[in-house]
């Protein structure tokens, strides 16, 4: 009798997803992912030295053989962090639970594609995410590189492309969206800002805007060239407990300073100074942040 090697008896009982170049992850009793396929492929990045596994998250109702039905996609940062706390070390933002609630009450599925966070390497993490500008003096020791255009380059001329070609996703700006919340957020913000050919929404969360002054921050803004348009839309979410309380005064302002510009109707913006920097508190809000988008893509 041929032993089944490499295999257990839940796996075997399973059938996995392969599409393109994406497996589906086997089945873990540490998951806690609750809805859902989680599929990933390890790539190599442009920005990066490091091989890292892109993450793609299927809505339950996906069916790859049904090319009539088109999901929207929004591009996360820290993408180990998006529906299974067992790839991270900090929590994840329970988005299978988010996006499955969502869809109870009527709105449409969304894919998400996750880009991961340098292992254990907190500045190169900060230099990739961060735009391609010279962060305050006092920040340079943390941020001495930022290159946060190769990051959003690899996503539009790389990444979008392969996932547009592999999976059943609508292609155009006003079903595309980028998020991230901490680093992730000033990339998020920075992308719907510089990129707004490309993504209709940003779920930029806990801005680190301490980065800049004011006066610097209004000069990249206007640089960046992008104006209002009733069809990209932008979350915005900042709390106040402990370390994050360094956070919200800053995406205060920022939020004010965009809504003199244009973008009050544009922009949800929720504030909870009961909640730390973390993921629990971007999870309770990704739900509200993600209705501004989806509630125009019915």
């Not at 020791?141 to 547009?164: A, C, M, N, Q, S």
């Not at 009733?230 to 302002?253: P, Y």
Request: proline residues 6%; charged residues 30%.
């Amino acid at each position: 009798m041929k032993k089944n090697k490499g295999k257990t008896k839940t796996q075997d009982k399973v059938s996995l997803l392969k599409i393109g170049e994406f497996k589906e992850h086997y089945p873990d009793p540490k998951s806690t992912m609750k809805y859902g396929h989680h599929l990933h492929k390890r790539a190599s990045l442009p920005f990066s030295n490091e091989k890292r596994d892109i993450r793609v998250w299927l809505p339950p109702t996906y069916n790859q053989r049904d090319k009539t039905k088109r999901y929207p996609v929004i591009y996360m940062s820290d993408g180990q962090n998006l529906v299974d706390k067992r790839f991270t070390k900090y929590g994840d933002w329970h988005l299978d639970r988010v996006i499955h609630q969502l869809m109870e009450e009527g709105y449409p599925p969304v894919i998400l594609v996750g880009i991961p966070c340098p292992k254990d390497d907190d500045k190169e993490r900060s230099n990739e995410l961060n735009p391609p500008y010279k962060v305050r003096w006092r920040f340079k020791k943390f941020i001495d590189k930022p290159h946060g255009d190769r990051f959003i380059d690899y996503i539009v001329k790389t990444l979008k492309p392969e996932i547009d070609k592999t999976f059943n996703t609508n292609p155009d700006r006003e079903h595309t969206g980028i998020g991230g919340s901490s680093m992730g957020g000033i990339m998020a913000f920075y992308a719907y800002n510089a990129y707004d050919s490309y993504f209709g929404f940003s779920l930029a969360y806990s801005i680190p805007t301490f980065f800049y002054h004011k006066w610097k921050w209004k000069k990249l803004i206007k640089e960046w060239g992008a104006s209002p348009d009733e069809k990209r839309k932008m979350a915005m979410f900042v709390g106040g407990k402990d370390f994050e309380k360094s956070f919200t005064k800053g995406n205060i302002w920022l939020y004010n300073h965009m809504c003199k510009i244009g973008y009050k109707d544009l922009i949800h913006f929720d504030i909870d100074t009961a909640l730390p920097h973390h993921e629990d508190s971007w999870s309770k809000y990704a739900l509200e942040g993600l209705k501004i988008w989806l509630k125009d893509l019915k």
